[in-house]
C-alpha cells in the first residue's frame, strides 16, 4: 500500500506540472460509508472534487475533505513499521477521530470509476488514555528474556502528513470502484488502509513517543455526485 500510495502521489504531482492550464470539468460528491474487519470500524463522511483534463477526459485528478474514526478492541501499536524490534504500546481500545486533506486520482468510463486516494495532511483527536508500555531486553543467551512493563499515559497524535509513506502517522488511503446508478446516487467498494498513531506525555527508551498500526480492511459507501 505504501508504494502505491507514493506512485499516486508522484503521478498527482506530474499531472498537475504538466497540464496545470488544461483542466476542464470538475464533478465531486459526497460519500458516508465505513470499513469493517475483525472487530474494527472505521466510519466516514467525505467530500471530493475531481478535475477532468480537456484532451484526456477519462483521466480525472482531485482533492476532497474527510472526516473519519477507527474503533477497535485492544491493539498493540509499534515505533516503527518492524513489530519484531520489541517496543510495543498496548492501547485497552481504540477511539481516534481524524479530518484530513487527500489528494485522489480516478480514471472514469461513463458510470464506472476506478481510483485511489490518500490523505496529505490529517488531524487526529481522541481521549487520554492509560496504556501499557513493553519493552523487550534481551541478555546474552537466548533463553533469557524478561520484560518491563510501564503504564504510560497516551492519546492519538494531533498533526499528522502523509501517513502512508511516513511511519506513526495518522491517516487514510483508499483503493476503490464508484459506479453511479443515476446523477443522484452511487456506490463505491474498495480497500482502506488505515493508520492510527497514538503519542505518549512523556519521551520512553531511545526518545520515542509515537506508536501505530496499519489497519486493513473492505469498505463500501453510498456516494451522492454533484455535477457543478
Keep these: 500500500m505504501k508504494i502505491l500510495s507514493n506512485t499516486l502521489l508522484l503521478i498527482l504531482l506530474c499531472v498537475l506540472g504538466a497540464n496545470a492550464q488544461r483542466l476542464s470539468r470538475v464533478n465531486g460528491g459526497v460519500e458516508i460509508g465505513t470499513g469493517y474487519q475483525d472487530a474494527t470500524w472505521a466510519p466516514s463522511i467525505t467530500y471530493y472534487q475531481d478535475l477532468s483534463l480537456n484532451h484526456f477526459d477519462w483521466i480525472r485528478i482531485g482533492w476532497g475533505l474527510r472526516g473519519s474514526g477507527l474503533f477497535s478492541d485492544q491493539t498493540a501499536l509499534f515505533p516503527h513499521s518492524n513489530t519484531t524490534l520489541g517496543d510495543s504500546l498496548q492501547v485497552r481500545k481504540i477511539n481516534s477521530i481524524s479530518a484530513s486533506f487527500f489528494g ?112 486493513g480492511m473492505p469498505f463500501v459507501a453510498i456516494t451522492f455526485p454533484i455535477s457543478y
Design 104 to 215: 485522489s486520482l480516478t480514471v472514469s468510463f461513463g458510470r464506472f470509476d476506478l481510483g485511489a486516494n490518500t490523505d496529505l495532511i490529517n488531524l487526529a483527536f481522541g481521549s487520554l488514555k492509560t496504556s501499557t508500555y513493553t519493552k523487550d531486553i534481551t541478555f546474552k543467551t537466548e533463553d533469557d528474556l524478561t520484560y518491563k512493563s510501564n503504564k504510560i499515559r497516551s492519546a492519538p497524535s494531533l498533526l499528522n502528513f502523509l501517513p502512508a509513506a511516513l511511519d506513526n502517522q495518522n491517516g487514510n488511503s483508499e483503493i476503490f470502484a464508484r459506479y453511479r446508478f443515476t446523477n443522484a446516487i452511487g456506490i463505491k467498494a474498495g480497500y482502506l488502509a488505515s493508520r492510527v498513531t497514538y503519542s505518549t506525555e512523556q519521551k520512553l527508551d531511545d526518545g520515542k513517543r509515537r506508536f501505530s498500526k496499519m489497519f
